[in-house]
């Protein structure tokens, strides 16, 4: 049998929800209030979601950073050291973006 807590997701603990809405509408209300909610599970997912120890989507890490290693491991000149032709080195881009 599920308890009350069996259905809380970890995000919503101890989190709030603030809500401006620009019309006087239940419809609006209740659509701000779902938008809220998503923000919330999303940032959470972002920052607890893992792959081998690290929040992949973490807004703590630095995005010019981020930048910069996407630009180097992507450079055709490092990509031609593994033996990638240039077509092989643009599908495996391609492949990385989609």
């Not at 703590?60 to 055709?76: E, F, G, K, M, Y």
Request: hydrophobic share 40%; proline share 2%; net charge negative.
């Amino acid at each position: 049998a599920l308890s009350s807590r069996d259905d809380e997701l970890p995000e919503f603990k101890s989190t709030s929800v603030h809500l401006v809405c620009s019309v006087q509408d239940e419809n609006a209300f209740y659509y701000e209030l779902m938008e809220g909610l998503l923000k919330i599970s999303k940032q959470y997912i972002a920052e607890n979601f893992k792959f081998r120890g690290i929040a992949r989507f973490s807004k703590s890490h630095c995005v010019v950073s981020l930048a910069q290693i996407n630009r180097n491991v992507r450079d055709p000149s490092k990509l031609a050291m593994c033996e990638l032709s240039s077509k092989q080195a643009a599908q495996l881009n391609y492949e990385v973006d989609a």
